[in-house]
Nanobody, 115 residues
Framework: QARLVESGGGLVQAGGSLRLSCLAS????????GGWYRQAPDKTREMVAR???????QYADSVKGRFSISRDNAGKRVYLQMNNLKPEDTAVYYC?????????WGQGTQVTVSS
């Protein structure tokens, strides 16, 4: 049925940038509630950024001013632009979509930031 696929992760030096992308398919159409979460080893999953109807955004305090979330006009993709990356940003990043009363998750993409 529904599927979310993340891409854009990788290895980058501190101060560098990455752009994550999440593509929705299946029953998910024109969603207006999408976001990114991350989970580091031995830590709980935390919200990084979220975008809802009207383009309203939310960010974790630790990434404000460095990360920016956006959606495509068709409501099928959500992006996360990550600038000035820090080693503490290292984690698996997951795309999350809330659509018609259901929650959907991608399988994650690894982001590793070296000192």
């Amino acid at each position: 049925q529904a599927r979310l696929v993340e891409s854009g992760g990788g290895l980058v030096q501190a101060g560098g940038s990455l752009r994550l992308s999440c593509l929705a398919s299946g029953v998910i159409n024109a969603y207006n509630d999408g976001g990114w979460y991350r989970q580091a080893p031995d830590k709980t999953r935390e919200m990084v950024a979220r975008i809802v109807g009207g383009g309203i955004t939310q960010y974790a305090d630790s990434v404000k001013g460095r990360f920016s979330i956006s959606r495509d006009n068709a409501g099928k993709r959500v992006y996360l632009q990550m600038n000035n990356l820090k080693p503490e940003d290292t984690a698996v990043y997951y795309c999350r979509v809330y659509y018609r009363g259901s929650e959907y998750w991608g399988q994650g993409t690894q982001v590793t930031v070296s000192s």
